[in-house]
């Protein structure tokens, strides 16, 4: 009777509530200050003042029943516009206002697209690490994910492993840059070899091969690191974008999805889009949170804090003898384990009170994430415990 | 390649949607005064004080990163606790903070139990007039509606035929009282023969027969009509509720579904649901709006002004000749059409700039849909329109 597909991915817990429940009763026991939690990635950093300066003028002067009612389930007409302007003047696009389609965040623009073009037999291509999520939008719909090992110790794209993954049963790829968890972010010299190679790949098949852009990290890069936007150079990119990580607001559910005007089947894409959407019985993002975010568009939280974490973090780590590559964006670090496993790599933290969940969560073996996106103080007071770690594993120079 | 499922609900506007089209067009044309638009059931009366009051309280003592983050899928802890406890004290029942699953309205309940309860094959009794989405939850699934219509002029509940529909393969009811369209609401005793008529069947057959409770418009009664609480009569009920019509907050999507604690299959069905949510990209409600909701539990906006309006419409139509049943709670009456049929009748009224909704679209041929929840003024001002169309139809007395 109960579905066995919706059991499969909702029965017992993950290891990052696993990680929070352990964490959150150790803080009874030792005090939330000798815990060090860097499981989950949260953003820590303030909305920027606009957003609520936005909210109060909103709830201010809209009177509260309009503010508050139901609006298109695409979005409201002006807000759709100023995104499309918004990514048109910043990435030389021209989205119009109706290529756009307000989301509950990344998440379900990810889950809404695998919806409507996945069905059994067909494979998706995910560069790995990724944020294990991707296998349930993909698995939930019969279709099957065809993981892709990014190149050692650089978790940079194998291109040629990529191409070689491509099959007639490709349907879609799902690339996620700057990437969760390893922080890398994909050069445009390999952005552009990969859509060169799918769309050469598109015409030799004689289907769309759909990319998805999974953004959510594009304003938290560091050292002036590029993120080359994916639909200049492919129209069969769907660019999936939240502002839960620029704007702090993850609870909100505000994002959307961009549509290619050139992209392959456009319209009947977009239709479907709003049929998956009435199956799910979504009906609109927030109307107070979409006009907000519309307000603050090019503007973020102060995400130079995450800069500063990786930088304190990085240098911490690289003195107590850890292994690792630097990120350059988002607010994850990948942390080799000493012994090659990540899952007792993590269990070793644990037993100091640092929360670090294992790699293999990420389809990443021997490495541990590291979510640094936390007050400063508390990577400080952690380095203590990781130089004990590096000790007990002799890794210390 | 793309999903005819998705293609099939997402393509071509609804009646609903046309009509307010036109009715913006007509807007512009002769000027909003002179265009009555009863098509849309968005509530006109402004959200009680206490929302915006608990809004700004939030904005102003929680920490923002705070106040916006990830809370867990099911909800807020204390936002779970406060509801059990709400529809404990109201309903005498006995449900535990874990038994409360908050989600995007009541519609994202009835599409994910819908998704986590239904298979191909199965069949799902629903009594007709209803709300049509309720068609694109269970078809989705491969399922199918055996459409059980109500009594003629009462629309009330036609227990011979609900008993007569229900096979070895009825997997669900879905029961929406107050009801839209029709403004019915099914008295207690009914219900009570309803659901022992279930029970017996749910023996009989040796599975469970669960039932939806859609009941967004349990506030909005006239008269001191009862709303029963199925689930107290029902454990197989499962409560779905919407905050979206008692606070005047449609657009933002807050509302939840209650389990009984002795549900049949409750914990496997609780963990399905966490999956089917996993499987949309579904993360948390806002966890601003589920506080300053669950603030507001037992409060509601000024609903009387529904009330005073379905006194004025009801009377001014009743004096012109029309017929219809008085509606005794939600915001809708259903009109018949003085031709008996419904999609006539409302062209008709669009020539005099009324806009209805054909009652075909509800289940409910020979009728149109009116829905009230406007200004009193706007009411007022269509009875001259009303007057001619009831003259042209020769029934003004």
């Avoid at 919706?6 to 815990?35: C, D, F, K, M, T």
């Avoid at 860097?38 to 029943?65: E, Y």
């Avoid at 974008?241 to 894409?269: M, Q, T």
């Avoid at 889009?273 to 102060?302: K, N, W």
Wanted: proline share 9%; net charge negative.
């Amino acid at each position: 009777m109960i579905s066995e597909t919706a059991l499969r991915w909702g029965g017992g817990g993950s290891i990052i509530r696993e990680l929070s429940a352990y964490g959150a009763q150790r803080a009874r026991e030792v005090g939330p200050e000798n815990v060090f939690d860097f499981a989950i990635g949260s953003p820590s950093a303030d909305p920027p003042p606009t957003l609520h300066a936005a909210v109060r003028r909103l709830m201010d002067f809209v009177p509260p029943a309009e503010l508050h009612t139901y609006v298109p389930a695409p979005g409201i007409p002006a807000v759709r516009a100023k995104i499309a302007d918004y990514l048109n003047r910043s990435f030389s696009m021209a989205y119009r206002p109706e290529d756009i389609c307000l989301t509950d965040g990344a998440s379900s623009a990810l889950a809404l697209l695998c919806r409507v073009l996945l069905a059994p037999g067909e494979e998706v291509i995910i560069p790995t690490p990724a944020f294990p999520e991707y296998w349930v939008y993909v698995e939930a719909m019969g279709a099957t994910v065809k993981a892709v090992p990014c190149l050692a110790e650089s978790f940079q794209l194998d291109l040629a492993a990529l191409e070689a993954a491509v099959t007639e049963r490709t349907a879609l790829v799902i690339l996620n840059s700057p990437n969760n968890p390893s922080g890398a972010v994909y050069p445009r010299e390999d952005l552009e070899q990969l859509t060169a190679m799918l769309s050469r790949r598109e015409r030799e098949l004689g289907r769309p091969i759909y990319l998805l852009a999974d953004e959510p990290y594009r304003e938290l890069v560091y050292g002036g690191t590029e993120v080359p936007f994916l639909p200049g150079m492919y129209p069969d990119a769907i660019y999936c974008y939240s502002f839960s990580k620029s704007l702090s607001i993850p609870g909100e559910r505000v994002g959307f999805l961009a549509l290619h005007p050139e992209a392959a089947e456009r319209d009947r894409l977009f239709d479907a889009i709003q049929g998956a959407m009435r199956i799910t019985g979504y009906l609109c993002v927030s109307p107070l949170f979409q006009l907000a975010a519309a307000e603050c568009l090019g503007t973020t939280a102060d995400v130079s804090v995450y800069e500063r974490n990786r930088d304190l973090i990085c240098d911490g780590l690289r003195r107590l003898g850890y292994q690792f590559p630097e990120p350059q964006g988002a607010f994850y670090l990948l942390l080799k384990a000493p012994e090659g496993d990540g899952r007792a790599f993590s269990r070793r933290c644990m037993a100091e009170d640092v929360l670090v969940v294992p790699g293999e969560e990420f389809f990443c073996p021997g490495y541990v994430r590291l979510a640094y996106c936390v007050p400063e103080e508390r990577l400080r007071r952690a380095l203590p415990a990781f130089r004990k770690i590096a000790e007990s594993y002799g890794i210390l120079p």
